[in-house]
């Protein structure tokens, strides 16, 4: 693994990757996959967001469209709405908390970075469903989580054909970063984009060699959290697959990555503490 020395710049405040951090959902929705993660409404938001920042959350991810496969279509207006309730809420309990937004929609983005002052875009489309994304973003001058994906949430899951799974996601992201880095965004983040587009044994074949994608020299960000590769491959259910989810977080970490994205920050906290005690055993 190489020696951690990564750092994105969050509106003028660097951070550093020298130990993981962990970024805690907060879904602002009726229909998210894991229904514990679900939030509506203000005291909801507020209790949600009150936990994973006391559990110790490093960034907070919100969300206000599901892109679990057969989730009903939300409008912009909607999904910003939804957005906007959640950013309020941490606008006033948890300011200096670094906030990502979870959205392909160029629009959303800018909203909320614009009335808000989100710190961070999190694109599950890596700017393939809006054409403005990636302008948006190297006009905002804010951080963008790039995460390779195919198709939509409605199609992805038919859209898994490679000839290499790892080789195939790394070229794909490398040309969008040079691209991204022609427009003069600077500050991206690598998401494999777990669990879209990709069938069980390609997540954990690409959970395997993480590293690869920690060559590109940028921190990558694994979101492993009770997806189907855990409870499908255990036979359970969202709800019962923290403890999968804490030994895939391990495997991450142990594999380089730089964020853990989950919807149990107290254990994925801990998780990634100890971790960072290997790497300083391990001198890297």
């Given at each position: ?70 989730a009903?279509?939300?409008?912009a ?13 941490v606008?006033?309990?948890a ?47 804010v ?31 490398a ?107 391990r001198?890297?």
């Open positions: 693994m190489l020696q951690k020395d990564l750092t994105i710049n969050i509106k003028g405040r660097p951070i550093t990757f020298d130990t993981p951090k962990v970024m805690g959902i907060v879904n602002v929705t009726p229909d998210s996959f894991y229904s514990g993660s679900r939030t509506q409404g203000r005291d909801e938001i507020k209790d949600r967001v009150m936990t994973l920042v006391g559990e110790g959350a490093d960034i907070l991810d919100l969300g206000g469209y599901s892109s679990r496969p057969g009903d279509d939300v409008s207006e909607e999904e910003y709405s939804r957005l906007a309730a959640g950013l309020e809420v606008k006033e309990v300011p200096d908390v670094p906030v990502s937004i979870d959205t392909f929609r160029a629009a959303v983005a800018r909203k909320c970075v614009e009335e808000w002052g989100a710190d961070i875009i999190n694109d599950i489309s890596g700017g393939t469903l809006d054409p403005d994304m990636w302008h948006t973003v190297a006009d905002l001058r951080a963008y989580v790039l995460m390779h994906t195919r198709g939509t949430p409605a199609t992805m899951q038919s859209l898994t054909d490679y000839a290499d799974v790892t080789a195939d996601i790394i070229t794909d992201l040309k969008k970063v040079y691209e991204l880095r022609g427009l003069g965004v600077n500050d991206i983040i690598i998401d494999p984009g777990f669990g879209f587009a990709k069938t069980v044994e390609q997540n954990f074949r690409l959970l395997d060699e993480l590293g690869e994608f920690c060559k590109m020299g940028m921190p990558v960000l694994a979101g492993l959290s009770r997806k189907t590769m855990i409870w499908k491959t255990l036979g359970i259910t969202p709800g019962e697959s923290l403890d999968g989810t804490i030994a895939l977080d391990a495997i991450a970490l142990d594999r380089g990555a730089d964020i853990v994205r989950v919807h149990d920050v107290a254990p994925a906290v801990a998780t990634a503490r100890l971790m960072a005690v290997m790497r300083k055993v001198g890297i």
